[in-house]
C-alpha cells in the first residue's frame, strides 16, 4: 500500500504521482495510482482530484473546496460526499451494485465508467433533487434498473442505458431530448420543456405534460398511446403500438405522420391538417381517405385496403400504395405507384 505524506511547501499546485510520494498542502490539482487509502484532510486548496480504482478509503478536508472528483463507487462509501458543497463534476468508476447522491447544491455533471463485470450489476442510481444537475453520461455496459432523477430541475442532456428499467424524471421540467429503450416504465409528470421522445421499446407512458413535444419515434410498445395533450408535434412515426386516437387539426405543425401498426385499430383523422407533408400509413387505421384540407400533403405511402380517395386539395401529392383492392380519384395526381408484394421495398 502506497502512503502520502504532507509537508508546508507554498510553490507546488499541480502534482502527477504513482506511489507513495511527498507533496504539498498548497496543491489544487491531483492524480495518483496505486494507493489504497488517502488522507487529504490537509489539503484545504484542492479544487480537482482524480483516483484510481484502486483506492477504497479517502478523507476529505472539512471545508472541502473540491470542483471536480473522479473515484470509484467504494470511494463514496467512505466519504461525506455532501460535504463538498463546490463539487460540479463527478465522474465515477463503477465498483458497486448502486449509488445515492441526492441534494448535491452545486453538481452540474455526473459521468460513469463502466466495465463489463461492474456495470452488470449497476441496478440502481438515485440522484433526485439535485437542482443543477445538467448532463448525465454513462461510458461501457451499465445494467440499470431502477433510475431516479426526480427533481432534477435543471436536467437537459440524459441517455439511459439498460433494458428493463423503471425511470423516474419527474420534475425534469429542463429536459429538451430522450432516447430510453427498453423501459417499462417512465413518468415524465412535469416534463414541460421535453422536445423529442425516442424508443425502440417502451412500456405504458404518459406524454400529457410534454406540452412542448415536436417529435415522437416509438418503434414497439405495449399499451396505447394518448397524443391529445400534444399540440406542439411536428412529426410522429410510430410502429406496433396502437395510439388511442389522432386528429390531425388537433396538430397545425404536423409535417410528418408514420403510423403503421397490427395492434388494435385506432381512429386517425387527417382532414385540416394543412401542414401535413408527408404520410405513410396502414390505410385501415384511417378514419377515411378524405385528405380534405392537406393542403401541403406531398409524399404519401398507404398500406392496405382503401376505397375512394379525396385528393382535391392536394395539388403535389404522390401516391405510393400496396395491397389496395379499389382505388379511385376525384383529380389528378402528381404521380402514383402500386405494390403487390408483401411489403413495401427497402
Known amino acids: 500500500m502506497g502512503r502520502l505524506h504532507y509537508g508546508s511547501g507554498r510553490r507546488v499546485q499541480i502534482l502527477r504521482i504513482n506511489e507513495g510520494i511527498e507533496f504539498f498542502t498548497s496543491l489544487e490539482s491531483l492524480t495518483y495510482a496505486l494507493v489504497d ?23 476529505l478536508p472539512e471545508d472541502c473546496k473540491l470542483d471536480s472528483l473522479t473515484c470509484s463507487t467504494v470511494v463514496l462509501e467512505s466519504i461525506d460526499i455532501n460535504a463538498c458543497k463546490q463539487l460540479k463534476n463527478l465522474c465515477l468508476k463503477i465498483k458497486t451494485t448502486g449509488v445515492i447522491l441526492n441534494d448535491l447544491p452545486s453538481l452540474e455533471q455526473l459521468s460513469s465508467i463502466a466495465y463489463y463485470s461492474d456495470g452488470a450489476s449497476f441496478q440502481n442510481l438515485d440522484l433526485k433533487n439535485n437542482k443543477r444537475l445538467k448532463r448525465i453520461a454513462f461510458t461501457g455496459a451499465i445494467g440499470l434498473m431502477d433510475i431516479d432523477l426526480s427533481g432534477c430541475e435543471a436536467l437537459e442532456e440524459f441517455t439511459p442505458t439498460g433494458k428493463n428499467y423503471a425511470l423516474n424524471l419527474k420534475g425534469c421540467k429542463s429536459l429538451k431530448s430522450l432516447a430510453a429503450d427498453y423501459a417499462y416504465s417512465i413518468n415524465l409528470e412535469g416534463c414541460v420543456g421535453l422536445e423529442t421522445f425516442e424508443s425502440r421499446r417502451i412500456g405504458n407512458i404518459d406524454l400529457s405534460d410534454c406540452i412542448r413535444l415536436k417529435g415522437i419515434f416509438i418503434d414497439s410498445g405495449d399499451g396505447v398511446l394518448d397524443l391529445s395533450k400534444n399540440h406542439a408535434l411536428e412529426s410522429i412515426t410510430v410502429y406496433n403500438m396502437t395510439i388511442k386516437e389522432l386528429k390531425g387539426s ?52 398507404l398500406e392496405g385496403n382503401a376505397g375512394e380517395v379525396d ?36
Open 37 to 59: 487509502s488517502v488522507d487529504l484532510s490537509q489539503n484545504k486548496a484542492l479544487k480537482i482530484l482524480v483516483c484510481n480504482s484502486h483506492t477504497n478509503y479517502l478523507k
Open 250 to 301: 388537433l396538430y397545425p405543425n404536423l409535417r410528418n405522420l408514420t403510423y403503421r401498426s397490427d395492434a388494435q385499430p385506432s381512429s386517425v383523422d387527417i382532414q385540416n391538417c394543412s401542414a401535413l407533408e408527408s404520410l405513410y400509413i396502414t390505410s385501415s387505421l384511417l378514419t377515411s381517405l378524405q385528405f380534405k384540407g392537406c393542403t401541403s400533403l406531398d409524399n404519401t405511402r
Open 311 to 346: 385528393v382535391s386539395d392536394c395539388p403535389n401529392l404522390f401516391l405510393d400504395c400496396y395491397g389496395l383492392t379499389c382505388l379511385d380519384f376525384n383529380k389528378s395526381i402528381r404521380g402514383l405507384k402500386l405494390y403487390t408484394t408483401e411489403s413495401f421495398p427497402a
